[in-house]
């Protein structure tokens, strides 16, 4: 099944992804998180006007919050727009904050937002818990990637011929 029809069957509408994480981290675990928003920004998300390039998540206070993320301003907004670069609170289970703020003290470790989606009318993002890369891991990363390129283009290849 292709990934647009799972997502259609489940009811999650994608709204933008962080491909340049899965770069410049190497993803360790990855959990569910609701969003405090307010109107125009729902209504802009639906439109799919958001940037989630250089955004991180924090705890702070016992509190899980979400920096950098940047949602525009909503069009149709007449007066109350939205600060477009706000700092969002992230709804998460007390003891899930508590494993990532031991997690996170950890040397090396970072909470990296990976995608912004729909789910059931409810905005979510998946943040992922993830360890730097240094450029030595990316270029072997790039390598891997390329000889499985490579793989699969030989594989349609024979089976064609």
């Known amino acids: 099944m292709t990934k647009a029809k799972n ?16 770069h410049d981290y ?10 405090v928003l307010v109107g125009t920004e729902v209504k ?5 006007r958001a940037n989630l390039k250089d955004s991180y998540a924090r705890i702070k206070r ?8 940047h949602i525009s301003a909503y069009s149709h907004a007449y ?12 709804l998460l289970h007390h003891q899930e904050i508590k494993r990532l703020l031991g997690k996170t003290q950890e040397k090396g470790f970072a909470l990296i937002p990976l995608r912004i989606y729909f789910k059931e009318g409810k ?3 998946e943040i992922a818990l993830a360890r730097g ?13 390329e000889e499985a390129r490579e793989l699969d283009r030989a594989r349609k290849r024979y089976k064609t011929s």
């Open 44 to 48: 802009s998300l639906r439109d799919g």
């Open 133 to 145: 890369k240094k450029a030595y891991d990316k270029r072997e990363s790039l390598k891997r990637k």
């Open 79 to 90: 007066y109350d727009n939205h600060d477009p670069e706000r700092v969002r609170k992230l």
């Open 123 to 125: 905005a979510k993002v």
């Open 62 to 69: 016992g509190e899980a919050f979400l920096y950098d993320l």
């Open 7 to 22: 997502e259609k069957s489940s009811g999650i509408k994608l709204v933008c992804q962080n491909k340049k994480a899965f």
């Open 26 to 35: 190497e993803i360790v675990e990855t959990l569910e998180a609701g969003l």
